[in-house]
């Protein structure tokens, strides 16, 4: 990702050692629920529930930074209904919140804590 020098820098910043790891942990639990719904909704055609999974994955995505996955998820919240088919869109987000997942998992590394 392009913003990876930036990712998790704020908290990182803002945040304890135990609380940035918690943090991160929980960004990553996140992402992989909302991933899951997502491509639940995506296979049922559920524009709806699509739409609102895609919101909570960009909020999860600006709390640390990959702006990437947010934007992503953000143009997946407004998809106008003649717009790219959503098991396409799921797989894009997918494909970013995994790239996201393993910055997450080198982090906690990096930082010594266990992932």
Do not use: C, N, W
């Amino acid at each position: 990702m392009s913003d990876d020098h930036r990712f998790a820098a704020h908290l990182a910043e803002d945040l304890s050692p135990e609380d940035f790891r918690h943090v991160l942990g929980l960004l990553r639990d996140d992402l992989v629920k909302l991933t899951g719904h997502l491509e639940a909704a995506a296979a049922a055609g559920d524009e709806a529930v699509f739409r609102k999974v895609a919101h909570g994955i960009a909020g999860s995505a600006s709390t640390a930074g990959p702006y990437e996955l947010e934007q992503a998820a953000r143009s997946a919240m407004t998809r106008p209904s003649d717009g790219p088919p959503l098991i396409a869109m799921a797989a894009d987000i997918r494909h970013m919140v995994d790239a996201v997942l393993v910055r997450i998992e080198d982090t906690l590394r990096e930082d010594g804590a266990d992932a």
